[in-house]
């Protein structure tokens, strides 16, 4: 019974481990998503303040080129000498202006290119993870739906394996079982537990070959149940 109870309860086990590592995956991917869009996010904001910084030269190219138009018009009407060194004067500086201005775009495009390439690169990778992450979700989905039956039937035969074997049995082996990583009861392996490999003295391992009776590990706790060569076909009900 103990041996039946291990052997399901070990399948549970690798059904659970089965799915285990999907949501971790999933939980992975999408963690991977969400700090590149955080990344994108932030690209995007400054690409805004270089639109913003190229919108507002544009506007003070336009002033300038009005003012340049109108000196330029002063021009013809002036009368004196000084009037018309003092409005080139103006134009000079309005010239210097624009182009001051103009070679201030030329680097905010240049910026601009520079952000729209990173941001690219974060799109194509944030566009495959989520093919990915679709991907997995799918799997889940139907790993769930596959297992499900087989769960259901194992759990079953477990509550039919438990209402078979003594209570005090039963509640050790769950107490080895929930500190031992799943293992609550083991055969033994060449004169070793087979949990923990202590030794198990030759009178002791006799002992289990008998199944007579629960003998349990002295450095573990585990059940000890006989190497499969000595577990008879039929094996008294308790073990
Ligand atoms: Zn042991």
Redesign the pocket.
């Known amino acids: 019974m103990i041996a039946r109870l291990q052997a399901v309860d070990d399948e549970l086990m690798d059904l659970e481990l089965e799915k285990g590592d999907l949501p971790k995956q999933i939980d992975a991917i999408n963690s991977e998503i969400s700090r590149l869009e955080t990344r994108k996010t932030e690209l995007d904001d400054q690409l805004g303040e270089v639109e913003k910084k190229k919108r507002v030269n544009e506007g003070s190219i336009e002033l300038h080129k009005v003012k340049l138009d109108k000196y330029q018009n002063q021009l013809y009407s002036v009368t004196t000498n000084r009037e018309y060194d003092a409005i080139n004067q103006e134009i000079e500086t309005c010239r210097a202006q624009i182009e001051s201005v103009d070679n201030a775009q030329v680097s905010l495009l240049e910026e601009e290119e520079e952000i729209q390439g990173q941001i690219e690169p974060i799109d194509v990778r944030i566009d495959a993870l989520q093919a990915d992450l679709a991907e997995r979700e799918e799997e889940l989905k139907s790993k769930h739906a596959d297992t499900e039956t087989e769960e259901l039937e194992l759990q079953h035969d477990r509550e039919k394996l438990i209402v078979r074997i003594k209570k005090p049995v039963v509640a050790h082996y769950e107490r080895i079982r929930a500190s031992r990583n799943g293992t609550g009861a083991a055969r033994m392996y060449g004169g070793a ?1 087979g ?2 490999f ?1 030794v198990i003295p030759p009178q002791r391992q006799a002992e289990v070959r008998k199944l007579d009776d629960i003998i349990l ?1 002295e ?2 706790g ?1 059940i000890v149940l006989p190497e499969e060569e000595h577990m008879p076909a039929i094996a008294p009900d308790e073990i």
Do not use: E
Request: glycine share 0%; aromatic share 0%; charged share 0%.
């Open positions: 537990c949990a923990c202590a590990c450095s573990c585990v």
